[in-house]
């Protein structure tokens, strides 16, 4: 398994979310040219609340998010637009922890059911949103967003999901 899934909220109990984080992390992974052995990706599926707290500690924004992430290598390209490094391949023994994503119910519900969108689509998009800041990847400058938004939809849209940028 690439994704071990902590379920915080019980509400996330009967969404699946173990399954469709481990698909959408293995399809971001192999969209990228990684196999996905040997790589590992904690998951946080918590509420509003506790998300509000984390953001607040950790990006000084005492909010709800829908998801967050922190990865454990830094492999961000200097240059906007430009792809990140690739993470090392894993050890065979020890494996690669690429870092922790938490993600909040209440918001995911709220911005699936605003957005006219299947529950579990609208996660797949988050797990592979957060999976791809993993592995380096951002939106904080044009370039970055750009070459992120193209990645999620040719993954979503691989899995059978509309792009949600258009």
Known sequence: MLTETLIEDPRWQTTGLGDVAETAARATLQHLGLGWKGYEIAILACDDARIADLNAEFRDNPTPTNVL???????????????????????????????????????CDREAQAAGKHFADHVTHLMVHGVLHLLGYDHARDGDATLMERIEAEILGKLGIADPYS
């Open 69 to 107: 992430s922190w990865p454990s290598l830094d492999l961000a390209p200097d240059d906007a637009g430009a792809a990140p490094q690739r993470p090392p391949d894993p050890d065979p023994l020890l494996g690669e922890f690429l870092g922790d994503i938490a993600i909040a119910y209440e918001t």
